[in-house]
């Protein structure tokens, strides 16, 4: 499905024909080839218990209607306040644009603008930057410019890590980083909501987080590399005999 006729999605989608990318503590993520465009998340089926609630949530967050689809609730949510307010022209997003949902063997799957580099493979996220030492100072300066971003347009971000953003180059040639999961407001009063300076609050806490997480990925990055530098055996010049010459 080309980026450019996003909303003919068919009703089910088998997931043995697609990619299982990733996952987390709550998705499991799959690319397929015949949706170039797009990525599709579901929720892990561990986590349902035989009613489709939240088997290893809090007895409180355990019986909420939505059950295990809270989490997509939410950034529906959030993408809805945003078109709001944008008056219906959304342009780029600072997050990855949700498209609709279809039907799969793990039950409902979202599907979701594929963040990828120029050549299409999936974008990294920001810890695999860091642990990989590769992050360098145009990320942090792309890092801010994201959470300022967010901060300015009042998009909330309710539980965003380095493991959720990810850095890009292949939207339109700019480098930036994009949230690609854990938007919305996730308390119980919509506070972040409601409140664009509770919500300016809770980015300058999660910029400061952030900071600390950058840190400590680039020293052990960098830990690593110097701990595989010392493994390393010197070769050893093996000098060849000198020639006798005979008179």
Same mark, same amino acid.
């Given at each position: 499905? @080309?980026?450019?006729?996003?909303?003919?999605? @068919? #009703?089910? $989608?088998?997931?043995?024909?697609?990619?299982? $990318?990733?996952?987390?503590?709550?998705? #499991?993520?799959? *690319?397929? @080839?015949?949706?170039?465009?797009?990525?599709?998340?579901?929720?892990?089926?561990?986590?349902?218990?035989? %009613?489709?609630?939240?088997?290893?949530?809090? @007895?409180?967050?355990?019986?909420?209607?939505?059950?295990?689809?809270?989490?997509?609730?939410?950034? &529906? #949510?959030? !993408?809805?306040? /945003?078109?709001?307010? =944008? =008056?219906?022209?959304?342009?780029?997003?600072? +997050?990855?644009?949700?498209?609709? !949902?279809?039907?799969?063997?793990?039950?409902?799957?979202?599907?979701?603008?594929?963040?990828?580099? =120029?050549?299409?493979?999936?974008?990294?996220?920001?810890?695999?930057?860091?642990?990989?030492?590769? !992050?360098?100072?145009?990320?942090?300066?792309?890092? %801010?410019?994201?959470?300022?971003?967010?901060?300015?347009?009042?998009?909330?971000?309710?539980?965003? %890590?380095? /493991? %959720?953003?990810? +850095?890009?180059?292949?939207?339109?040639?700019?480098? *930036? !980083?994009?949230? $690609?999961?854990?938007?919305? *407001?996730?308390?119980? $009063?919509?506070?972040?909501?409601?409140? =664009?300076? +509770? #919500?300016?609050?809770?980015?300058?806490? &999660?910029? /400061?987080?952030?900071?600390?997480?950058?840190?400590?990925?680039?020293?052990?990055?960098?830990?690593?590399?110097?701990?595989?530098?010392?493994?390393?055996?010197?070769?050893?010049?093996?000098?060849?005999?000198?020639?006798?010459?005979?008179?």
């Amino acid at each position: 499905m @080309p980026m450019d006729d996003p909303f003919r999605l @068919p #009703n089910f $989608i088998d997931l043995d024909l697609g990619t299982r $990318i990733g996952g987390g503590q709550y998705y #499991n993520v799959y *690319e397929f @080839p015949d949706l170039p465009g797009v990525l599709v998340k579901t929720v892990r089926a561990d986590l349902a218990d035989e %009613n489709g609630f939240h088997r290893k949530a809090n @007895p409180i967050r355990r019986r909420r209607l939505l059950g295990i689809y809270g989490a997509m609730a939410r950034e &529906l #949510n959030e !993408f809805l306040i /945003q078109l709001r307010r =944008r =008056r219906g022209l959304l342009g780029k997003l600072p +997050f990855a644009r949700p498209y609709g !949902f279809v039907q799969t063997r793990e039950g409902l799957g979202l599907v979701v603008e594929k963040i990828a580099d =120029r050549t299409g493979r999936i974008a990294p996220t920001l810890r695999d930057l860091c642990r990989s030492g590769r !992050f360098e100072p145009f990320h942090l300066t792309a890092l %801010n410019t994201l959470l300022d971003r967010c901060k300015r347009e009042h998009v909330v971000l309710g539980d965003v %890590n380095g /493991q %959720n953003i990810v +850095f890009t180059d292949g939207r339109d040639g700019e480098p *930036e !980083f994009v949230v $690609i999961d854990g938007l919305g *407001e996730k308390a119980a $009063i919509p506070i972040h909501s409601v409140s =664009r300076y +509770f #919500n300016g609050r809770r980015v300058e806490r &999660l910029r /400061q987080r952030m900071l600390a997480d950058i840190q400590k990925w680039s020293r052990q990055a960098l830990g690593h590399s110097l701990a595989a530098a010392a493994t390393i055996t010197p070769t050893r010049r093996v000098e060849k005999p000198e020639t006798v010459k005979r008179g």
